[in-house]
C-alpha cells in the first residue's frame, strides 16, 4: 500500500504484551467472531483510500505472529515496538520518516471496532488545516473520587475520553517525539500538548471501544453481532420554485440552466431534502428547526453546511451514515450528466464512501408544478445506525 510521498499514513501499534489482561496470548492475536483483534483493527485502515501507508509495530519477538494475522493485507515492512507504547510509536515514525506523509494516524490495535467514517472524519480534519486531530467521547457519568475524608464529586462538565485513531501533521509529531523522548503519556495527544500543539476535537464514538478486559471481548461481539445496535429510518422532501437565473444547485454541484430557484440559502433541494432524512432518522426534527428562513446569516448559505451539521449530530449521538437516497424531480435540467459529481459531493460531506450514496431523477410526465416546469422537488431517504445503549 506504499502509495506515498505525501499522503496519510495509518500507523498501528500492535507491540503490546497485555499484562492488564493476562494469559499466554496477547489480546491483539486473539480471536474476535473469526479474525483476530489486530486483524479488524488494520482491515478498516486498508478499505479507506485515503490512506496511502500502512505501518504496523510489533513486538520483536511476536513478528511472524503479526505476518500471519495481517496475511494478505498490504504494508509497509514492520517498525520493532520499544518498552513502552511512546517508544513504539516513535519508532514507526521514524520508519515512515523515509516515506514522508503529510499527515500520520496512530491507532491502537486494541481497538478493532474503530469505524471507516471516524478515520475519514480524522483525515477531513487534518486536510481542513488542524495541526492534530483527536476523536473524543463527552463523559455521561459521574465522577467520585475517594479521598482521605470521604468522597469528592467530580463535575463532568468539559470531561472527554479521548480515543484513536489520533491523527496529525507528520512532521510536527514526530519532532515532538523526538523532543520529548523518555516523556511518560499515554496517548500521541497528551505529548502534542507537551509540544504546544493545537488539537482539534473530532466526534469519537461509543462503540469505538479499547479491549482490556475479558468483558470487553464479550462486549465487542455483541457490537459486531449487531446485538446493540439499531437500524432507523428518516425521510425528507423538498421543493423550490424556479426564478430567473442562470443555474441551480442541486446536490451540491452547480448545474447550469436557464433558470435558478427560489429559496433563503442556496435552494438545493436535493441536499436539504437529504439533510431532513437523516435528520428524522435519529429524531433531531427538520432543516428549519437548525437553520430558520427568518436568520438573516443563512441567507445564500451552501446547503452543504446543513448536510454536514446533520452528519456531525448523527456522530454526536454515536451513530453511522449506513445509505443515503435523493430523488431529483423534474423535467429539466438533465440530471444524468452531474449524477456522479452528486454522489461525490454527498460522500465527501458526510465522510462515508460512495457506493453508499444513490441519486436519481424522474420526471412527472408532465404533470403537476414540475411537470409544468415550474419548479423543482427532491425526496430522500436515509438509514442510520445507532447503539442502542
Not at 82 to 96: C, D, H, M, P, Y
Not at 125 to 152: F, M, Q, Y
Not at 186 to 202: N, P, S
Not at 253 to 259: I, K, L, S, T
Request: aromatic share 4%.
Amino acid at each position: 500500500m506504499d502509495r506515498m510521498a505525501s499522503g496519510t499514513a495509518a500507523l498501528i501499534v500492535a507491540a503490546g504484551k497485555s499484562v492488564r489482561m493476562g494469559g499466554p496470548t496477547p489480546k491483539q492475536f486473539r480471536p474476535l467472531l473469526g479474525q483476530t483483534v489486530l486483524r479488524r483493527s488494520a482491515a478498516v485502515f486498508a478499505e479507506v483510500p485515503e490512506i496511502t501507508a500502512l505501518q504496523i509495530v510489533a513486538a520483536d519477538e511476536q513478528m511472524e505472529r503479526t505476518r500471519a494475522a495481517l496475511d494478505g493485507l498490504s504494508t509497509l515492512p514492520f517498525a520493532v515496538g520499544g518498552a513502552t507504547r511512546q517508544e513504539s510509536v516513535r519508532n514507526g515514525l521514524e520508519a515512515l520518516a523515509q516515506h514522508e506523509p503529510e499527515f500520520v494516524l496512530v491507532h491502537d490495535a486494541a481497538r478493532p471496532l474503530v469505524s471507516a467514517n471516524l478515520v475519514r472524519r480524522v483525515i477531513t480534519a487534518l486536510e481542513s488545516g488542524a495541526v492534530a486531530a483527536v476523536p473524543l467521547v463527552a463523559l455521561a457519568d459521574t465522577l467520585k473520587r475517594e479521598e482521605r475524608e470521604g468522597w469528592t464529586t467530580i463535575p463532568r462538565d468539559g470531561l472527554y475520553r479521548a480515543q484513536t485513531p489520533q491523527g496529525f501533521r507528520f512532521a510536527e509529531l514526530l519532532a515532538a517525539h523526538r523532543a520529548h523522548a523518555g516523556a511518560s503519556v499515554t496517548d500521541d495527544m497528551a505529548l502534542a500538548e507537551r509540544a504546544g500543539l493545537a488539537v482539534a476535537r473530532v466526534a469519537g464514538e461509543e462503540t469505538n471501544i479499547k479491549i482490556t478486559t475479558e468483558e470487553d471481548f464479550v462486549h465487542a461481539a455483541r457490537l459486531l453481532r449487531g446485538d446493540m445496535n439499531e437500524f432507523r429510518t428518516g425521510q425528507g422532501f423538498d421543493a423550490h420554485r424556479f426564478v430567473e437565473g442562470d443555474h441551480v444547485w442541486l446536490c451540491g454541484v452547480r448545474v447550469e440552466h436557464d433558470r435558478g430557484l427560489e429559496g433563503h440559502s442556496d435552494a438545493d433541494v436535493g441536499l436539504h431534502a437529504l439533510t431532513d432524512a437523516i435528520m428524522g432518522a435519529i429524531g433531531a426534527g427538520d432543516i428549519g428547526r437548525h437553520f430558520p428562513p427568518t436568520e438573516e446569516k443563512w441567507r445564500g448559505a451552501p446547503s452543504s453546511g446543513f448536510l454536514a451539521e446533520a452528519a456531525r449530530l448523527v456522530a454526536e449521538a454515536n451513530g453511522a451514515i449506513v445509505h443515503c437516497d435523493v430523488t431529483l424531480i423534474c423535467e429539466r435540467p438533465k440530471i444524468a450528466p452531474h449524477r456522479e459529481a452528486m454522489r461525490a459531493r454527498i460522500a465527501e460531506v458526510l465522510a462515508i464512501a460512495i457506493d453508499r450514496v444513490s441519486v436519481k431523477a424522474t420526471t412527472t410526465d408532465g404533470m403537476g408544478f414540475a411537470g409544468r416546469g415550474e419548479g423543482l422537488a427532491a425526496e430522500a431517504v436515509a438509514t442510520v445506525r445507532v447503539p442502542t445503549v
